[in-house]
């Protein structure tokens, strides 16, 4: 009598299992598989264009966030370098911008120049409150038109239209004319009827 434990095992393959051969078997797995190849293509490619598009809009955030960086680092270095110009400003007005002194600090204005930083605030330009810093008021001058700059304190700087820093200025209004003086009148004459 033969032991069983010690006999070789049958595997299910070559086991008669009485059902008909692997081939009703086939079909039945391709149903089971999942969606046809078709359908995965159209999946997989919707997930590339999803990824396609995260990553070009991944692309354009970095290159956006590179540009807007450079320039918030350009105007902070402009920004500290404003006192430097300032003090050469002044070294000017007194006359002691002479010599080797004077070519450095022509080379220091044309390079700043050359990263956008442009002054403005001079006298008898119009006095705008979005550029300019009003201290004082000047009193009324018949020559100007508008409200206009009579004195500079300090100069404003702008790279492109970002102010850097506005101009401190003293203001100057229009001066009252007998034309102006005749049109009050007329205006006062209708409110005392």
Do not use: C, W
């Not at 955030?61 to 902070?76: H, I, T, W």
């Not at 080379?107 to 201290?135: C, I, R, Y």
């Amino acid at each position: 009598m033969t032991d069983p434990v010690t006999e070789p095992d049958e595997t299910p393959e070559s086991a008669p299992t009485g059902e008909e051969p692997a081939a009703d078997e086939e079909p039945r797995s391709e149903q089971a598989e999942g969606p046809s190849p078709e359908q995965r293509i159209a999946e997989l490619t919707e997930d590339l264009q999803r990824k396609q598009a995260e990553f070009l809009n991944y692309k354009r955030r970095v290159e956006d966030d590179r540009v807007r960086f450079l320039a918030e680092g350009k105007n902070q270095v402009l920004s500290e370098l404003l006192t430097v110009l300032d003090d050469i400003g002044r070294a000017d007005e007194h006359g002691e911008l002479v010599g080797g002194f004077k070519a450095v600090a022509d080379q220091l204005t044309t390079t700043l120049s050359k990263f956008g930083l442009e002054p403005f605030g001079e006298v008898g330009e119009p006095f705008d409150p979005n550029l300019h810093e009003a201290v004082f008021h000047a009193g009324e001058d018949p020559n100007v038109q508008v409200q206009s700059i009579a004195q500079v304190m300090r100069t404003g700087y702008r790279v492109g239209d970002r102010v850097l820093r506005p101009a401190v200025v003293g203001v100057v209004d229009p001066g009252a004319g007998e034309d102006v003086a005749g049109d009050a009148a007329e205006d006062a004459e209708p409110t005392e009827e």
